[in-house]
């Protein structure tokens, strides 16, 4: 996987308190001030006017796919299949079936790789059109991705995204995706987690796995409704 920031909004801090202060107060504040105000209380509708474009490369259609869930303040583009040719393709290897955790199913993997592209050799060589003949392509197979977010979608993103439960893959993503924000606007991105961090409490609820590594400080959802329920 390879993640490369394009584009990024400049002075965003300065724009977002600009863009509050139309509101009508926070004359008074300085633009940290109005920022910690609100990212603290989430008053995020004016994150919306800082934006990030990220080209990434090397990951799988599956992984384009989810990313294509987010329909908020995202703009997509991808590499098509229609239009290039796609014989020597490269792709992606879950861990479960890398050669280091299981040789056997690498072996039942590498095999499928192998037998996809050569389907679509043979189909082109036969003449089907490209649009015709990447239906044999696999999922794994890697594409090329660039995707514009704002702000507060990018949040809603990482509350999302660097949940132990989504995916290894967009969860690798996501974490990329993270360290950038963080390094471009550490004020508004270095308190985001997944909602569990975010909020100080994780909607996961029962389906929160084992291996959550805030399972000890961060309460569920159910854990806190039932404490409200015996307050009552
Ligand atoms: C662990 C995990 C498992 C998942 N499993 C599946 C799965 O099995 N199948 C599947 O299809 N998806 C699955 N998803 C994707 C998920 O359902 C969301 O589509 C995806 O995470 C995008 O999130 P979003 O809707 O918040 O983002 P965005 O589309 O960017 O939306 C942002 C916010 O805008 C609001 N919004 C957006 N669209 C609407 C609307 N039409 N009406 C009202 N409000 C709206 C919501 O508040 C939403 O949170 C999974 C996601 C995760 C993290």
């Known amino acids: 996987m390879k993640v490369k920031l394009l584009r990024v909004t400049e002075d965003g801090v300065d724009l977002v308190a600009e863009t509050a202060k139309v509101s009508g107060s926070l004359s008074e504040q300085s633009a940290e ?3 910690g105000l609100i990212t603290e209380n989430d ?5 919306e006017h800082i ?11 599956a992984l384009s796919r989810e990313l294509l869930e987010h329909r908020v303040g995202v703009s997509h583009t991808a590499r098509s299949t229609r239009y290039n040719e796609e014989e020597g393709f490269g792709y992606f290897v879950p861990d479960e079936l890398s050669k280091k955790q299981n040789f056997n199913a690498n072996l039942a993997f590498t095999a499928a790789m192998r037998n996809a592209k050569e389907s679509y050799k043979k189909l082109r060589r036969l003449g089907v059109a490209r649009e015709q003949a990447r239906y044999v392509l696999p999922l794994a197979l890697h594409t090329h991705y660039v995707v514009t977010m704002n702000a507060r979608s990018l949040i809603n993103f990482f509350m999302l995204r660097l949940c132990v439960r989504a995916a290894p893959e967009m969860q690798a993503l ?10 471009e606007y550490p004020d508004i991105f270095s308190r985001v987690g997944c909602r569990g961090v975010s ?3 994780c909607p996961e609820n ?3 796995p084992a291996g959550c590594p805030f399972k000890e400080c961060v309460p569920t959802k159910s854990e806190v409704k039932a404490k409200m329920k015996n307050q009552k």
Do not use: N, P
């Open 33 to 35: 001030e109005i920022l």
């Open 43 to 47: 008053y995020s509708s004016v994150l």
């Open 51 to 61: 934006s990030f474009t990220f080209d990434i490369s090397e990951i799988s259609v």
């Open 174 to 183: 996501a974490k990329r995706l993270h360290e950038i924000c963080v390094a």
């Open 199 to 201: 909020w100080g409490v």
């Open 206 to 208: 029962e389906v929160r």
